[in-house]
Protein backbone atom coordinates (compact mmCIF):
# COMPACT_ATOMS: atom_id res chain seq x y z
CA UNK A 1 0.00 0.00 0.00
CA UNK A 2 2.82 2.69 0.86
CA UNK A 3 4.72 2.00 -2.59
CA UNK A 4 1.36 2.79 -4.65
CA UNK A 5 0.91 5.91 -2.35
CA UNK A 6 4.74 6.98 -2.96
CA UNK A 7 3.96 6.41 -6.32
CA UNK A 8 0.67 8.76 -6.25
CA UNK A 9 2.65 11.69 -4.39
CA UNK A 10 5.60 11.33 -7.09
CA UNK A 11 2.99 11.68 -9.74
CA UNK A 12 1.25 14.59 -7.67
CA UNK A 13 4.20 16.51 -7.47
CA UNK A 14 5.22 15.82 -10.87
CA UNK A 15 1.71 16.98 -12.32
CA UNK A 16 2.16 20.63 -10.55
CA UNK A 17 3.17 23.75 -12.58
CA UNK A 18 7.24 23.46 -12.95
CA UNK A 19 7.48 26.90 -10.25
CA UNK A 20 5.35 25.41 -7.81
CA UNK A 21 6.54 22.10 -8.19
CA UNK A 22 10.03 23.37 -7.27
CA UNK A 23 8.40 25.79 -4.63
CA UNK A 24 7.02 22.85 -3.26
CA UNK A 25 9.70 20.77 -3.29
CA UNK A 26 12.00 23.93 -1.87
CA UNK A 27 10.48 23.72 1.79
CA UNK A 28 8.92 20.12 1.86
CA UNK A 29 12.07 18.30 0.99
CA UNK A 30 14.71 20.74 1.15
CA UNK A 31 13.98 22.61 3.91
CA UNK A 32 13.96 25.76 3.14
CA UNK A 33 12.17 28.50 5.12
CA UNK A 34 9.47 31.28 3.37
CA UNK A 35 11.97 33.99 3.19
CA UNK A 36 14.71 31.85 1.38
CA UNK A 37 12.32 30.11 -1.32
CA UNK A 38 11.28 34.10 -1.62
CA UNK A 39 14.76 35.46 -2.57
CA UNK A 40 15.67 32.20 -4.74
CA UNK A 41 12.67 33.00 -6.77
CA UNK A 42 12.50 36.49 -6.80
CA UNK A 43 8.68 36.77 -5.24
CA UNK A 44 7.25 37.80 -2.23
CA UNK A 45 6.32 35.89 0.99
CA UNK A 46 2.82 36.03 -0.02
CA UNK A 47 3.64 34.58 -3.43
CA UNK A 48 5.40 31.58 -1.68
CA UNK A 49 2.33 31.48 0.39
CA UNK A 50 0.20 31.01 -2.03
CA UNK A 51 1.86 28.69 -4.30
CA UNK A 52 2.07 26.46 -1.61
CA UNK A 53 -0.99 26.52 -0.56
CA UNK A 54 -1.95 25.89 -4.12
CA UNK A 55 0.55 23.07 -4.30
CA UNK A 56 -0.54 21.68 -1.17
CA UNK A 57 -4.42 21.67 -2.33
CA UNK A 58 -3.25 20.01 -5.57
CA UNK A 59 -1.78 17.10 -3.68
CA UNK A 60 -4.51 16.42 -1.24
CA UNK A 61 -7.01 16.00 -4.07
CA UNK A 62 -4.49 13.75 -6.32
CA UNK A 63 -4.10 11.78 -2.87
CA UNK A 64 -7.93 11.44 -2.27
CA UNK A 65 -8.36 10.32 -6.23
CA UNK A 66 -8.97 6.26 -6.55
Do not use: K, W
Amino acid sequence: MLPLRLERLRRAVDALPEIRGAIFLAHSRDGLPYDAIAEHFGISLADVQRELAAAMASIDAAMDES
